[in-house]
């Protein structure tokens, strides 16, 4: 019988579980602090909610779910599994206006799913961690976003990552200033943000090849080029100004970014940089657009921008939207591949297991457990069963990956002590019972 | 366009999550504690996993996925919705039986989907909370799961909960006993087990319509009936061993719930005691069962037992195993009835909110907000927009349910001050900007 999970699907064993709710814990614990309050939504949808919503291709992707009952047959579908976050915040927004802040943020962080075909690093069910700041233009929306990602990579252990930061109304600016016919906009943005992959060249051929002549390529290359981290953004943004500063949207979007860039100073702006060949999937955004990701390291940990006009479908209202999104499941493979899990998460499940060498010691051991629990923290396992093989006993705190491991047999009860025994150095040595506690309590910190 | 979530499914705004987060994090930590670890499996499962699992009125109950591509239009489903906890546990258990401790204590806290029709407190999604211990015949698994449900609801507020304890061999031994035929033991338990409900004269007729005659129906309802709690469970356990013990499944059955109440002493034992009538779904259970309630409250809050052929149905061995399942929903539903959720979870969302009432404030707002930022758990917003009224800012705050708001004006920010407003008492008073951090910390502590 098949016993693996369906396709592109995963277990969480329990190591895997422990690692992500540590990222997700310092994640929500960083989104609380920035005052992103959490939203959950439920996993099934009803099929008109999502359809329509994500393109051609992306609707081939939602998992539809079958009538029940004597619908059966029909082969119909009436609902369907969560494809992103961001379509149930606008249904959210819509259903209960009256009830929400009007500057609301949110946070949410669940699983959607996606029928690709799997691949590398591509799953079929895979957690989005997304914020969202309903309601409000203000350019204090990106950088407080800005300053709670920042945040969030500093405190997960991430030292070379840097958030590139850049505006559609730039892009728009800079093709028209540059000559690109607005009928070309779209794929030479796709072009031009390949360059981390492509390379320059790549990217000229590919301009070529859409029909693009020499001068423009040229001018947009120049234009584009990436920024040297060393550079002064707002220096940039004044030699940007003197290229695109005549276009009103240019000019506009340009007062946003240096607006964006000021606002930063105090928070994370170390990691804060300009980047004006960064464009992301562009059809939705209308304003700032950002990514994160870490030096010398393919791909973006995450990213968002400003999309005004998608919050408000359901409404029929402009709600403007500021938006970012972490990807965890990129997080936890770079997280894994750097080794940079702390210590107490990788080494060890279990703190001490007590286990029982006579039948009649083993209400002392639930007693034993039991005071032990009650300190904070502290993980203990009983041994279910009447040690007869020492081995047997060793293999399972190997198992459990346990640090110390206590023994009772009908000495130590009647003597008022435990064996405590040091897994890794196999130390062992009898203590009175009542200073096991303690015993523990300070071994495991100096440990560690 | 219709906004609400789908029927029979919630939307958890913003409150309700924290809520079930503070409940969810109780259940973790003390499941973490007790040695118990952490295990996920996906939403979806390939359909023969689940399928026949369930019986056939719970197998119309799951939600089916279409086939996709080309195979849509056929009709046909290949996956489904997570139905329960325990098939995709016995799943997992036969994927990774190498990678697994032969004695493996799992904890899954996880959605599941049934497609019943909603009722009051009845969801079409909702979260199960399982435990279950793989491997051990010993009492001592029972013993500590007790003690684990035990400290969880104590976490969590409860006082007068009861964790009733029964075993399927009892009941079989008590009914044979009795002189109820064997073909008409499961109808007999199932009307016992409402007694709760339907009160002794309803299971009565109930027993009587089911064809038993008077004297056995007699010696069922007095051999069953209901202790009072100050009975002493040995004392009960040696009445019921004069009546059944003659009987080795009787006689066996008693001497394991001996052996629970006796590992049980040091452990929550004040909350637990031995109910003759306690029956549950008996399908699956092969040993001890239990289950948790609120004295004068119909209904339980979660409920377990030995289930001992199960856990092996993927890989056909046997595998004794031994589970406790709380139910989120219901726990919810009582603590918000019985207003138990502590202050800091109800009271507030937001500590403080900073604004800006210059534009050239808003530098100095981010700069106090990030300084703020790196208290550990001060939730601090900032907002968003330039203040022009003022009654705008109050009602943001109110809505934020902010407990301080700190004010940022040209003059603030040339003074180096900021002006601090306790929400509640409206009392405003101005302070040098670098105290606020210890203003705020002291008095959020104070006002705790």
């Known amino acids: 019988m098949e016993t693996q999970p369906a396709r592109g699907m995963r277990d969480f064993l329990p190591d895997d579980v422990r690692r992500r709710e540590h990222v997700v814990g310092v994640i929500r614990d960083v989104y609380d602090r920035y005052g992103f309050e959490p939203l959950e939504t439920p996993a099934v949808e009803n099929i008109e909610t999502l359809l329509g919503k994500y393109g051609d291709e992306g609707g081939k992707l939602i998992f539809k779910i079958l009538k029940r009952g004597d619908h059966e047959s029909s082969g119909q579908a009436d609902l369907a599994l969560r494809y992103d976050l961001t379509v149930p915040l606008a249904r959210v927004v819509a259903e209960y206006q009256a009830k929400l802040p009007k500057f609301f943020k949110r946070y949410q962080i669940q699983p959607v799913w996606r029928a690709e075909r799997p691949a590398r690093g591509r799953f079929r069910e895979f957690y989005q961690c997304d914020i969202d700041s309903i309601g409000s233009v203000s350019p204090v929306v990106e950088a407080e976003q800005i300053a ?33 016919p607005e009928p070309l906009h779209g794929e030479t943005l796709t072009a031009l943000d390949k360059r981390d992959k492509i390379g320059e060249d790549g990217v000229e051929l590919e301009l070529k090849q859409r029909g693009l002549d020499r001068s423009t390529i040229d001018r947009l290359l120049a234009i584009t080029a990436f920024l040297p981290a060393a550079v002064d953004p707002f220096e940039e943004l004044d030699t ?4 695109i500063g005549e276009d009103p949207r240019g000019a506009s979007a340009l007062n946003n970014l240096r607006e964006i860039f000021q606002l930063s100073t105090s928070t994370g702006a170390g990691h804060l940089l300009l980047d004006k060949s960064l464009a992301r999937g562009l059809s939705y955004y209308t304003g700032a657009i950002m990514e994160v990701g870490v030096r010398h390291l393919p791909g973006s940990l ?18 403007p939207a500021c938006g970012f999104s972490l990807g965890l499941e990129r997080i ?28 009649t010691a083993q209400v002392t051991m639930m007693e034993t457990a039991a005071s032990l629990r009650k300190l904070p923290r502290l993980r203990v396992d ?5 040690v007869k093989k020492m081995d047997k006993l060793f293999r399972h705190v190997d198992q459990r990956k346990a640090r110390f491991l206590a023994i009772l047999g009908g000495n130590e009860v009647a003597d008022g002590t435990v064996s405590i025994r040091d897994v890794a150095t196999r130390k062992q040595e009898t203590i009175p019972r009542d200073t096991l506690a303690a015993y523990l309590a300070s071994r495991l910190t100096t440990n560690d």
Chains 1, 2 share one sequence.
């Not at 991430?158 to 093709?175: A, C, D, P, Y």
């Not at 493979?333 to 029982?356: H, K, N, T, W, Y």
């Not at 009983?382 to 009447?386: A, D, M």
């Open 240 to 243: 940007l100004e003197r290229k």
């Open 148 to 180: 709670a990602v920042s945040e969030i990579l500093t405190a997960l252990g991430f030292k070379n990552f840097v958030i590139r930061l850049n505006h559609r109304g730039v892009l728009t600016s800079m093709l028209t200033t540059s000559g690109v």
């Open 382 to 386: 009983v041994y279910p069963e009447v």
């Open 302 to 319: 995450g990213g968002g921008g400003r999309y005004d006009n998608l919050i408000g479908m359901f409404s029929g209202d402009s709600v």
């Open 332 to 359: 936890l493979v770079v997280m894994q591949e750097r080794e940079m899990f702390p210590a107490f998460i990788e080494r060890s499940s279990i703190d001490v297991v007590v286990a029982a060498i006579d039948l």
